[in-house]
């Protein structure tokens, strides 16, 4: 999974974003539209999605690659992130809708 991750980061078919002050983010849904990876910088993240009705789905946001467990504030940062960028990328018309619920 490591170097599956790692080729996404490098990937030209990631949409990225580069903000004012000079983060880049990554975002881009994988396969069928079940899961989503999401990169901060040099971070990134795989988690699941319903592509088709804009839904993120929180509890599987658990951890940076390779790191430990996210903190319950790291989460909701992230999740935030998340949310914005799928926003902007794939549902600028469409509601995103976060669930706490499994797929």
């Known amino acids: 999974m490591n170097q599956y991750i790692e080729n996404l980061k490098q990937s030209e078919t990631v949409n990225k974003v580069k903000t004012e002050d000079g ?17 901060e910088n040099d ?28 903190s319950q504030r790291e989460k909701e940062r992230v999740t935030a992130l998340i949310e914005k960028y799928y926003q902007k990328v794939y549902s600028p018309n469409k509601e995103v809708i976060l669930s706490d619920k499994n797929p």
């Not at 983060?23 to 990169?39: A, C, D, P, S």
């Open 23 to 39: 983060n880049i983010y990554g975002i881009r849904v994988l396969g069928r539209g079940e899961n989503l990876f999401f990169q």
């Open 43 to 70: 971070q990134a993240l795989i988690c699941q999605v319903d592509a088709v009705n804009s839904i993120i789905y929180t509890r599987s946001i658990k951890s940076w690659e390779g790191q430990k467990k996210m």
